[in-house]
């Protein structure tokens, strides 16, 4: 990440771009636009679900409708991307650090089901969400794997993994909580949804556990400049938020399937091990960002990337919200009800960000792009 930042490395896919393309793109909003994206989607998403579990239906029906929009928005400036700048997307897919921001479109395909399956009551349209994130799930998981375990030149560990890599854990995770929630829908075929659900669920759990070794290795035995603790570090936390969502829905799920019932032990014991972990991380990424910030004084401004940071404290406030019943522990309501307020707030400061930077003047501020700064991830 560092090592890229100066303009480039050997381990660096845009390095390799023909000066021609490079140079177009540099003057290219949509040319830079950050695979990540689709994290705005991923964060309105969970913030209007949480809004409408903890009975916040002010804030949750414009989110969704909201939602819908920035999703449509969003698949377009992606898809004109792709056709306009087919060169930077092959870079993008090659580069250890952006190419797993397009994970980022699973989750949100998913979360959207889940808002249009909860607030929208529309299961057939949340149903084909569903389908369609696990054929995302699919063609990325394996394209994106495949790319960079075999491709020749490759970073080191301390300039390749962030927390942006856990998005592929999250985007296994989301396809299991929608397919949790629709399960009952499909009648006679219920229990292989869930069997289905489960094997996501597991599967996730698995990745995470990989991952979080290497980026936890990282934390503490390479140095750490301020710009290294770039946003999607609080997917450490949104990765297992989202794993105990998932499970604490295939527990609620369990009456349709033996095999669940069967194991309701083991998966209680497993969701609660993933929201321990998540709240583990919430005070060790507090404290980061106060030493990125505040004593380090890096600057405050909107990065795209700021999404993924949303999104995990929304989905703090949901997964904890159902755990509580799941488990029957009403004492912990009281943090869903907290942090709903600050997952509202994440999201409001966010959104005016990105307002004011659409807002301001082309060609002003160009140390300020986020578009610039977020390639350096």
Known sequence: MTATASGGTASDPHSKLPTAALAASETSGL?????AYFAIVMATGIVSVASHLLGFRWAAIPLFWLNVALYAAVWV????????YPVRVRADLMHHGRSVGFFTAVAATCVLGSQVLIIGGNWPLAAALWFFGIVLWAALTYTIFTILTVKMVKPTLAEGINGGWLVSVVAAQSVAVLGAQLAD??????PHVLLYCLVMWLGGGMLYVWII?????RYTFFSLSPSDLAPPYWINMGAVAISTLAGTLLIAAAAHSQLLSDLLPFMKGVTLLFWATA????PMLVILGIWRHAYRRFPLQ?????????FPLGMYTACTFRLSHVIDAPILLSIPHLF???ALGAWATTFAGLL???MRPRGSGATNDPARASARL
Not at 31 to 35: D, E, K, V
Not at 185 to 190: E, L
């Open 213 to 217: 070794s290497l980026i936890f290795y």
């Open 302 to 310: 909107y990065d795209p990337l700021y999404w993924g940071a949303v």
């Open 356 to 358: 004011q930077h659409l």
């Open 340 to 342: 709903i307020y600050v």
């Open 77 to 84: 400036l992606m898809l004109a991307r792709v056709f306009r």
């Open 31 to 35: 040319a830079n636009l950050h695979p």
């Open 279 to 282: 709240t583990w991380w919430i």
């Open 185 to 190: 829908g499909f009648g006679a075929d219920a």
